[in-house]
């Protein structure tokens, strides 16, 4: 029987390269002869992202409470464990997730949901299921928005806009101290070749592929 595959997670706000980086990594790993899967969160599973269509886009004027999506969000979490990561973990694959429960600590504490019910709430839907490594995706914000808007696919943030992708960016970075064996904060505004490079090092160094 195969090995016990690994769990790598990657985070970042909007827009920080992590599609970009998914695609590259996926490759070096199969270059390196590991069996991957990719796949992402809210989603990953039928059940999933159904739900996922459920809590980023309710029917109109219909909206969730905090507690409501951050529930939401470990409902397709838990279906997506159950019946796509762990079984694939258990056939020695590698899985790698586009976004995973630090998106939900992140974003529904800055809805306003206590930390402790989000993290107890985590700690029930993942049993025991951690990533082996986070890569956190990490840029000041307004220096994405000129990234954006340097390649005119996207306008400049609004005030509003930039305090709030800032307390996103103080979230990860926050969990980034909190958990520093986990998680490997990255400079976002690299080149694409470079952050894949940080990335592979830390998988290097920090997961054991063996
Ligand atoms: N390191 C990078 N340097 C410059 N542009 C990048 C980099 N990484 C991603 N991009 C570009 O930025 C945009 C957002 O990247 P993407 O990977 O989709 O981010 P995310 O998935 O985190 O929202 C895309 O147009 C992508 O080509
Ligand atoms: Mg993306």
């Known amino acids: 029987m195969a090995g016990y595959g690994r769990f790598i997670t990657l985070e970042g706000g ?56 951050a529930l939401l969000m470990n409902t397709a979490r838990e279906d997506h464990l159950q019946k796509k990561i762990r079984p694939a973990l258990e056939a020695g694959q590698w899985v790698i997730c586009d976004r995973f429960a630090d998106s939900t600590r992140a974003y529904q504490s800055i809805d306003g949901v206590a930390p402790d019910v989000l993290l107890a709430i985590e700690r029930a839907v993942l049993a025991g ?40 960016r103080a979230a990860f970075l926050e969990i980034a101290e909190q958990e520093p064996d986990r998680c490997v904060v990255i400079d976002a505004l690299q080149s694409p070749a470079q952050v894949l490079k940080e990335t592979l090092k830390a998988i290097d160094t920090r997961v054991v592929s063996e």
């Open 14 to 69: 909007e827009g920080a390269g992590k599609s970009t980086l998914i695609a590259g990594l996926s490759e070096a790993i199969k270059a390196r002869g590991h069996e991957v899967i990719t796949t992402r969160e809210p989603g990953g599973t039928v059940l999933a992202e159904h739900v996922r269509a459920l809590a980023l886009t309710p029917p109109e004027s219909e909206h969730w409470s905090p507690l409501a999506h």
């Open 129 to 168: 299921t951690v990533p082996d490594l986070t890569l956190i995706l990490d840029a000041d914000p307004r220096a994405l928005a000129a990234r954006r808007t340097a390649r005119g696919t996207q306008d400049v943030f609004e005030n509003k806009q930039l305090a709030f992708h800032e307390q996103v």
